[in-house]
């Protein structure tokens, strides 16, 4: 299976997630930092999510139980397929192999993610974070979940203060251009002719953004 790299919003897009462990909770708090619409399916759920916005879905899960019968099966089947009915994202986040193969037969063409067997699944859920207002993915294609954690390490060392100070420069940049030129082409160069003259840089070095964005400002209207 192949897979694109794209970013989705999720804004009040309804979220279902079969399972209230630690992988669940993790994808919990990404879907609902994006403004979506939660549910986890699980015995019990963690007070912290729900203090989040989370909704809670009681299925049974303890097997051991002596009235574990074919009729709890078949209503944590109902519950969980209702749930999946309404849902525009499901995510699998479950030791219960037979309900998360279960889930994975009844969501059709819909958008499934699935943490124990990702390629049984349609959508990954990378590991990503921020420096500044920059975000990041990792994916290695399920090979070195590992390898993703030390990439992310080496990527946090690499990229400095000044590449997330320029770059909040450079949006107030285009910004300016965008009223005033009206050719991608020729806003672009402006930014080049801006952000490679050694005399800007002299002044960017300084990480004042008062003064920064003044010179920006100041070269772009005598254009």
Do not use: W
């Not at 630690?22 to 007070?47: C, T």
């Not at 749930?83 to 059709?108: F, K, M, N, P, R």
């Not at 990378?126 to 993703?148: C, H, N, Q, R, W």
């Not at 020729?186 to 953004?209: A, C, Q």
Request: hydrophobic share 40%.
């Amino acid at each position: 299976m192949s897979y694109l790299s794209l970013y989705f919003d999720v804004t009040d897009k309804n979220i279902f997630i079969l399972g209230t462990g630690e992988v669940a909770l993790r994808r919990a708090g990404k879907f609902l930092d994006k403004g979506a619409n939660v549910k986890l399916a699980g015995a019990n759920l963690d007070d912290e999510i729900i203090s989040k916005g989370a909704k809670f879905v009681k299925i049974h899960t303890d097997k051991s139980e002596l009235n574990f019968s074919d009729g709890l099966i078949e209503e944590n089947k109902n519950i969980i397929k209702r749930e999946v009915e309404q849902s525009d994202i499901v995510v699998i986040a479950t030791g219960d192999y037979s309900l998360a193969d279960y889930v994975c037969e009844i969501s059709g063409d819909k958008l499934v993610n699935r943490a124990d067997k990702p390629f049984d699944g349609n959508v990954i859920v990378p590991t990503s974070f921020y420096i500044g207002d920059v975000e990041f993915s990792i994916y290695t294609g399920g090979k070195s979940p590992l390898m993703a954690k030390y990439l992310r390490q080496k990527i946090q060392n690499i990229i400095t203060d000044y590449d997330v100070f320029e770059i909040e420069l450079q949006s107030y940049a285009r910004e300016l251009l965008k009223s005033k030129v009206s050719s991608s082409k020729r806003r672009r160069e402006i930014l080049y002719e801006i952000f490679d003259n050694p005399e800007f840089i002299r002044v960017f070095n300084d990480k004042n953004m008062i003064k920064a964005k003044e010179e920006v400002r100041k070269y772009i209207e005598d254009l």
